[in-house]
């Protein structure tokens, strides 16, 4: 299975990814390792936790035909209270930010 390292921002690091895990720490939060759920092909994709998390969270993949190309969004699901959402939602923007970075750059 081929496997990817690199760092990811200043925010995202120890990123090590496969085709169904991605395991990776969020500056100020804890380390996180996700992996896919379910697969709905040229559809969704769906990844959560490998292992118990301070909050429940989601990413999903949703892929959509448009006019001879495909949209690509990213959701991302967490159940935070206030003060989770005090601490975590900058860093988790950033992971986002990262992932569709990353994406545009692929395939650019």
């Not at 085709?19 to 390792?33: G, H, P, Q």
């Amino acid at each position: 299975m081929q496997q990817s390292r690199e760092v990811a921002t200043d925010n995202v690091y120890d990123w090590s990814s496969t085709k169904d895990e991605a395991n990776f720490t969020i500056k100020n939060m804890s380390k996180l390792a996700l992996k896919v759920k379910a697969r709905k092909e040229n559809s969704e994709i769906r990844f959560v936790p490998e292992s118990e998390t301070p909050f429940d969270i989601s990413l999903n993949w949703i892929l959509e035909p448009k006019d001879g190309k495909t949209e690509v969004k990213l959701q991302l699901n967490a159940e935070l209270n206030m003060m989770m959402k005090m601490m975590a939602s900058g860093p988790l923007q950033k992971l986002i930010d990262f992932q569709t970075k990353r994406l545009t750059e692929l395939f650019s």
